[in-house]
């Protein structure tokens, strides 16, 4: 009598169904997670931005203007002149982009409780939202975030 081993038509199919079956209820969730976790990061990554533009401020006691913007964080400037006390890079890498792959929005203009604007637009790119494309970090006419 020969013995044949391996998996009948049938039973690769009920596998399959199961498996279908596992993501199913296990996908969403873990697609979830990784949202949340993108908030996370680009709060983190905010806060950090806000501590290297803080330490530079103190070396050249100002802001970055509109046109420098968060580029001066890691790139000398040609004239040093005109940013005396430049001390960096004070990023060990070049400025990130935000999670979704967008820049960071920044502006020197204070806004209430905040001396200049850093923020991220969220999953969607565009200015304001709710859950994952809500703006995130030291928005235009908000109050100082902790």
Do not use: C
Not at 28 to 35: K, V
């Amino acid at each position: 009598m020969r013995h044949q081993h391996g998996f009948t038509l049938l039973e690769m199919i009920v596998v399959l169904v199961i498996i279908g079956l596992i993501m199913g209820l296990v996908g969403p969730r873990l697609f979830g997670q990784a949202d949340k976790a993108k908030v996370q990061t680009a709060n983190t990554q905010i806060k950090m931005l806000r501590g290297a533009l803080q330490t530079m401020r103190l070396d050249i006691s100002r802001w970055p203007t509109e046109q420098e913007g968060l580029a001066l964080l890691t790139t000398k400037p040609v004239n040093l002149d005109a940013v005396k006390g430049w001390a960096g890079p004070y990023l060990d890498e070049a400025v990130p982009q935000d999670p979704w792959g967008q820049a960071y929005q920044f502006s020197p203009q204070a806004s209430d409780a905040n001396p200049f604007v850093l923020y991220s637009y969220g999953a969607d790119g565009k200015e304001g939202g709710e859950g994952q494309d809500a703006d995130i970090g030291y928005l235009p006419g908000q109050p100082a975030a902790q």
